[in-house]
């Protein structure tokens, strides 16, 4: 082979002791150790001494109230979890598949669970979890569409359950503090608190009736919330938090709770017969845009009477035409048992909390003339 294409043999290498090699590895070492926070004594991790703990002293005593309320009123407040049924299209097996969750609280030591109508709409079955994490089956006993309001039943054995502590709504005071316990997105057994940020709020029922003497709170009220307490600072029940105004869909700080004057109400009539009672007067009425538009400016205008209706023993006319085709116009209320009616809207208000065989003072005006009458009421016909 050509000379030049041979490599040229390289010089031996000197040899270093395997002392000094030890020695160089140890050092590497040491360092790696160090830098790791592992070499007690070289500013490692060990080698620093934990901050002394500063005490807080005691809780105030507003936390310890807080604290307590949780405590007693926690135990009264379930999750409930809603079901719909799904067919396997494979084997055509039925399953129950959860739709949706919300929050409710222990009525009665008979199992009567409180809740809004719009957690278990469209629910198919309905399971409630209490406090100590037991799920039980719960059937529906009844709902009051126009207030929101749900009873349902579960089965346990005696000693279970500890009822929610019912308190008034009438006599709160915006400034009060208030106290939400739910399951917001799920996460049950939560606390938020506030305070009353408005009293006499109306909102409307999925009715599309009107829940008159909401309570509003800026205590937190998300999604899973619905349907739970919202306490005062005695820990009893003043309302059932019900919804929120956001655009987002999470809280912005205005919740409204339907009063527990409204619960105490209704609960007991849905316990004893599945649904509530309903009065009405016997008269329908034309809506407030077709009032208007015949030139009356305020009041409800009489469309029709019922027969043998209480409106119709009183005398209340309705609106009617003649032969000729002209229109007479029906008597138009003013004022049902003591309270202004301006529009047809107000009238459901006028009647809400009134009873079947009940008689009240009707105020009309017909013609020119202002006329005072005596209706007695009537259970709603469907």
Not at 112 to 128: G, I, L, S
Not at 304 to 317: C, Q, T, Y
């Amino acid at each position: 082979m050509n000379d030049r294409f041979k490599r040229q043999s390289a010089a031996p290498a000197a040899s270093v002791p395997a002392w000094m090699v030890s020695l160089l590895l140890l050092a590497v070492a040491g360092i790696m150790l160090q830098n790791a926070g592992y070499l007690p004594g070289f500013g490692g991790r060990a080698a620093r001494e934990s901050r002394p703990v500063t005490p807080r002293g005691d809780l105030s005593d507003d936390e310890k109230s807080t604290i307590q309320i949780f405590r007693e009123a926690s135990p009264s407040v379930v999750h409930i979890t809603t079901l719909t049924h799904e067919r396997d299209l494979f084997n055509f097996k039925v399953d129950e598949i959860p739709e949706g969750t919300g929050t409710g609280f222990i009525y009665d030591d008979a199992g009567h669970v409180v809740t809004n109508y719009h957690v278990v709409r469209t629910a198919r079955a309905a399971k409630v979890m209490l406090a100590d994490n037991s799920s039980w089956e719960a059937k529906l006993v009844g709902y009051e569409l126009d207030k929101d309001i749900a009873v349902l039943k579960i089965e346990t054995p005696p000693g279970r359950l500890k009822k929610v502590a019912i308190g008034e709504s009438a006599g709160l005071q915006v400034g009060q503090k208030v106290f939400a316990i739910g399951s917001p997105f799920g996460l049950d057994q939560t606390l938020t608190t506030g305070v009353i940020s408005g009293l006499g709020r109306e909102i409307k029922s999925m009715s599309g009736r009107p829940i008159e003497g909401v309570i509003q709170t800026d205590a937190a009220i998300n999604p899973g919330n619905s349907g739970g307490p919202l306490l005062d600072s005695a820990g009893r029940v003043i309302g059932i938090n019900t919804m929120i105004v956001s655009e987002s869909g999470a809280f912005s700080g205005i919740g409204f709770a339907v009063p527990v004057d409204i619960v105490n109400q209704v609960v007991p009539e849905l316990i004893k017969s599945s649904r509530m009672e309903r009065a009405e007067p016997g008269f329908k009425l034309f809506d407030d845009s077709i009032t208007r538009r015949l030139g009356i400016t305020r009041g409800a205008l009489v469309h029709r009477v019922l027969k043998n209706s209480g409106a119709e023993v009183a005398g209340i006319k309705g609106t009617y035409s003649d032969y000729n085709g002209r229109i007479s116009l029906g008597d138009i209320i003013v004022e049902i048992a003591g309270r202004p009616i301006r529009a047809e809207s107000e009238v459901s208000k006028a009647l809400n909390g009134k009873k079947p065989g009940e008689e009240i003072s009707v105020v009309v005006i017909r013609g020119n003339h202002n006329v005072k009458l005596k209706v007695k009421l009537q259970a709603e016909r469907k």
